[in-house]
């Protein structure tokens, strides 16, 4: 079993800088429709690109617009899973302000340097909250899809990938994840190996062992 943690193409909110984080959130641009195009036929050209087992998708638009694009190309229909939304910033959703960008780093800095997982923007959610809807779905799809050969599509986001990933990835630390955020429609690529997973690729960066 092979997983792409795919993240979505440009949305309006990537471009204004907002926050947009509950849904139904912004629309792809039209430039993000065509990276993800870009995408699809790059996934065509993979040599298991007739094995893809499955798609699941952020409910947030710009990952259900991302998820269809592929869907339509490589013919298997995509599913919708809340696990992979992108994290709640609580009383900054919708803002764009230096303010709510500040208070971002905060946190994040408070969850993956000092390990406060209990940290959190005003009304938003914790790293703790993220874990407990991310780590179970992982779980799930090895169940669902750990036996069997070919691959599955997780379109998602990039601050629930930065978070959740070194949780999940054998070989790859919170300091690699922090230092190498993945852009729009680049994907981190693991395979299932004695039930775990393993990074092999990162956003277009081969990786053995990341630490950093």
Same mark, same amino acid.
């Given at each position: 079993?092979?997983?792409?943690?795919?993240?979505?193409?440009? !949305?309006?909110?990537?471009? #204004?800088?907002?926050?947009?984080?509950?849904a139904p959130g912004h629309a792809l641009t039209?430039?993000?429709?065509?990276?993800?195009? &870009? #995408?699809? @036929?790059? #996934?065509?050209?993979?040599? @298991?690109?007739?094995?893809?087992?499955?798609?699941?998708? *952020?409910? &947030?638009?710009?990952?259900?617009? *991302?998820?269809?694009?592929?869907?339509?190309?490589l013919a298997i229909p995509y599913v919708v899973?809340?696990?992979? /939304?992108?994290?709640?910033?609580?009383?900054?959703? =919708? %803002?764009?302000?230096?303010?709510?960008?500040?208070?971002?780093?905060?946190?994040?800095?408070?969850?993956?340097? +000092?390990?406060?997982?209990?940290?959190?923007?005003? =009304?938003g959610e914790s790293f703790n909250d993220m874990? *407990? %809807?991310? #780590?179970?779905?992982?779980?799930?799809?090895?169940?669902?899809? =750990?036996?069997?050969?070919? *691959?599955?599509?997780?379109?998602?986001?990039? =601050?629930?990938?930065?978070?959740?990933?070194? &949780?999940?990835?054998?070989?790859?630390?919170?300091?690699?994840?922090?230092?190498?955020?993945?852009?729009?429609? /680049?994907?981190?690529?693991?395979?299932?190996?004695?039930?775990?997973?393993?990074? !092999? /690729?990162?956003?277009?960066?081969?990786? +053995?062992?990341? +630490?950093?």
């Amino acid at each position: 079993m092979r997983i792409y943690f795919v993240r979505h193409g440009e !949305s309006d909110a990537n471009t #204004l800088n907002v926050f947009s984080n509950r849904a139904p959130g912004h629309a792809l641009t039209a430039s993000g429709r065509k990276q993800v195009a &870009l #995408l699809a @036929d790059e #996934l065509t050209r993979e040599p @298991d690109g007739n094995s893809f087992l499955a798609i699941y998708s *952020s409910p &947030l638009q710009r990952a259900i617009e *991302s998820a269809q694009i592929l869907s339509e190309k490589l013919a298997i229909p995509y599913v919708v899973s809340a696990a992979l /939304t992108e994290y709640d910033v609580g009383i900054y959703e =919708g %803002r764009s302000d230096e303010e709510g960008w500040r208070k971002y780093g905060e946190v994040l800095r408070e969850w993956l340097l +000092d390990g406060n997982w209990d940290a959190r923007m005003e =009304g938003g959610e914790s790293f703790n909250d993220m874990r *407990s %809807r991310f #780590l179970p779905f992982m779980e799930w799809l090895k169940s669902q899809h =750990g036996h069997r050969d070919g *691959s599955v599509i997780l379109m998602g986001h990039g =601050g629930t990938y930065g978070c959740m990933l070194p &949780l999940v990835l054998e070989n790859v630390d919170f300091a690699f994840a922090a230092k190498n955020m993945i852009e729009n429609t /680049t994907y981190i690529l693991a395979d299932l190996k004695g039930g775990k997973f393993v990074c !092999s /690729t990162w956003g277009g960066i081969q990786v +053995d062992r990341a +630490d950093g």
